[in-house]
């Protein structure tokens, strides 16, 4: 096992005065309010009401009801001394049937949030999409529905004209990879759709969306500083055997490059997974190149790694992971194991596309059982995890790898999309009955180094 590096004790300065460090959130795990002021249904609404979808039957109408406490939430991102908020638009909230007619009520509301954040000092970093397609364009076919690129363009337009004059900061998407794949291979993420008929028109589209929203971006955003981001993992083979090596190969191709490479024009690591193959009938004359856009940065989003060993039962990739429980290795509360050597892994891993100009983290952080004890929330696991992972940014840029900021996911305790409540993943806690707050050790902690303490 790689060291972790235990020896490198990290402080802001260390990481150069032009490092940005954030806070990152997305719209339907914060926002409640699910039909509040005109805004329509997505395909998480309406997925988490089916049964048997979120765990304990969960219910995200109201969540941390950011959409009525953004100030109070915007006012503790300040006190933890927090200088980049990173959130997402929800869709429906403007175009409440996906397009056509815009509901000014939900312009009104990412408005205020973006004048409270400058108001506040805080810069807003906006991801256009992080999930929440309307529900009235699934029921068109969603993602597999090539008119979802023009119905993105049209969302990410009145994105880019309403909020760009105050908004440089863009991400255009989140996580591509698991939107498609728990969403649209799997079917335990909205709109829980199965099988490669869904899954690669689904990926080919949210390509085309991704730079189709990039070159929206630099139209129409003065000095817009442009990103999309993608999660990842380090992949390694469970043992050195040439099967389990090349297992590694193809689940590293599906998580950690299929997005990346047709951005970069490389197009889609097919030789790796032939399953990908037929994605080509979903191809129009000139996709090569509408896939491709050069994005100012990629956000790199990391919590783990897997161990991967080659599966003959396994249908597509032939590999299966080793679950990091069966590996008695340290794991949080997601049942992902506790490796900090992964984001560095990562960073390196990303830095290799000599086309990448910029990486930043844009989401890390740990779900750990958090306990209320006399008002206080002390979780010292997850500033444990925190540091170690920031000593391998650290040691990232130490070696001259691109990395030029870090983003903890997240601020408050959310809805964790299948998971529900259970996963507490904030570094201030939330009591979601009352909607009181409580910062953690661990926002006290990020909030004591970014002081430079
Ligand atoms: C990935 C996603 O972007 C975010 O929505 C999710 O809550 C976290 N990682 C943790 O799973």
Not at 133 to 142: F, I
Not at 246 to 253: E, G, L, M, Q, S
Not at 425 to 440: L, P
Request: proline letters at 4%; hydrophobic letters at 40%; glycine letters at 8%.
């Amino acid at each position: 096992m790689e060291s972790t590096s235990q020896d490198i004790r990290i402080n802001k300065k260390l990481f150069g005065d032009n490092f940005k460090w954030g806070v990152s959130v997305a719209a339907f795990q914060i926002e409640g309010a699910c039909d509040a002021e005109g805004k329509g249904a997505s395909i998480w609404d309406v997925f988490a009401a089916k049964k048997g979808k979120i765990l304990n039957g969960d219910d995200p109408a109201i969540s941390c009801d950011f959409y009525n406490q953004y100030k109070q939430d915007i006012d503790l991102i300040k006190q933890l001394n927090i200088q980049c908020f990173r959130f997402s638009i929800s869709w429906t909230r403007i175009l409440p049937n996906g397009t056509g007619e815009v509901n000014q009520a939900g312009i009104d509301f990412y408005n205020s949030v973006i004048n409270y954040c400058l108001e506040q000092g805080v810069e807003p970093w906006v991801t256009i999409y992080h999930w929440d397609l309307p529900h009235a364009l699934e029921l068109k076919g969603g993602w597999t529905n090539r008119d979802v690129v023009e119905w993105f363009k049209a969302f990410a337009t009145i994105c880019a004209k309403n909020f760009g004059d105050r908004v440089k900061n863009w991400m255009v998407m989140n996580e591509p990879g698991v939107f498609t794949g728990a969403g649209y291979f799997l079917g335990i993420h909205a709109p829980g759709r199965t099988g490669l008929r869904n899954f690669l028109p689904a990926i080919h589209h949210a390509v085309l969306c991704m730079a189709a929203g990039g070159r929206i971006l630099r139209d129409l955003v003065k000095d817009a500083h442009i990103g999309t981001t993608f999660s990842c993992s380090y992949v390694e083979p469970h043992t050195d055997k040439q099967k389990d090596v090349n297992a590694a190969k193809r689940v590293d191709a599906l998580l950690n490059r299929l997005f990346i490479e047709p951005v970069l024009g490389l197009g889609y690591p097919v030789h790796e997974v032939s399953a990908l193959k037929d994605i080509e009938k979903y191809f129009q004359p000139g996709d090569k190149d509408l896939m491709k856009f050069d994005f100012d940065f990629i956000g790199v989003q990391n919590y783990t790694r897997e161990i991967v060993k080659n599966s003959f039962f396994t249908p597509y990739v032939g590999a299966s992971l080793v679950k990091a429980e069966k590996r008695g290795v340290p794991l949080t509360n997601m049942k992902w194991e506790v490796y900090p050597p992964s984001i560095y892994q990562m960073i390196k891993q990303f830095n290799n596309y000599p086309q990448i100009k910029s990486i930043y983290i844009t989401e890390n952080g740990a779900a750990f059982p958090d306990q209320v004890t006399d008002g206080m929330v002390d979780d010292p696991k997850r500033v444990e995890y925190l540091k170690s992972y920031l000593e391998q940014v650290l040691r990232a840029k130490n070696e001259g790898l691109k990395v030029d900021g870090y983003f903890i996911w997240t601020l408050t305790d959310n809805f964790e999309w299948a998971e529900g409540y259970h996963p507490r993943f904030g570094i201030i806690h939330v009591d979601f009955e009352t909607q009181q707050r409580i910062v953690k050790s661990s926002g006290h902690w990020y909030a004591d180094f970014l002081k430079g303490n």
